[in-house]
Nanobody
Framework: QVQLVESGGGLVQAGGSLRLSCAAS????????MGWYRQATGKQRELVAT???????NFSDSVKGRFTISRDNAKNTVYLQMNSLKPEDTAVYYC?????????????WGQGTQVTVSS
């Protein structure tokens, strides 16, 4: 079981920045994919940005050019740098890690961190 601990959420004005961190309990080299999803009130959870095991990145169209994802392998940590934040970015942000073993996919989730962007 992979434990994920998130930090860095909060309240920010539109146009501001926040950085989220997600620390994994195991080496991120053992994880097939890792990244961030978000869920706004009354909406489905959606992908924000992820790393694949090959090191490629994938972003939601709504955050391209504003958000970046990075990782520190030594700290088993993935970061989400969010710039030019908009009120519509308000959501609970969840760290996600995917492990695939013997063809079976398991999704691991952090507890979530609230991001609120005021207009």
């Amino acid at each position: 079981q992979v434990q994920l601990v998130e930090s860095g959420g909060g309240l920010v004005q539109a146009g501001g920045s926040l950085r989220l961190s997600c620390a994994a309990s195991i080496s991120i080299f053992s994880i097939n994919a890792m990244g961030w999803y978000r869920q706004a009130t009354g909406k489905q959870r959606e992908l924000v940005a992820t790393f694949t095991s090959g090191g490629n990145t994938n972003f939601s169209d709504s955050v391209k050019g504003r958000f970046t994802i990075s990782r520190d392998n030594a700290k088993n940590t993935v970061y989400l740098q969010m710039n030019s934040l908009k009120p519509e970015d308000t959501a609970v942000y969840y760290c996600n890690a995917v492990s695939i073993r013997l063809g079976y996919r398991t999704d691991h989730w952090g507890q979530g961190t609230q991001v609120t962007v005021s207009s």
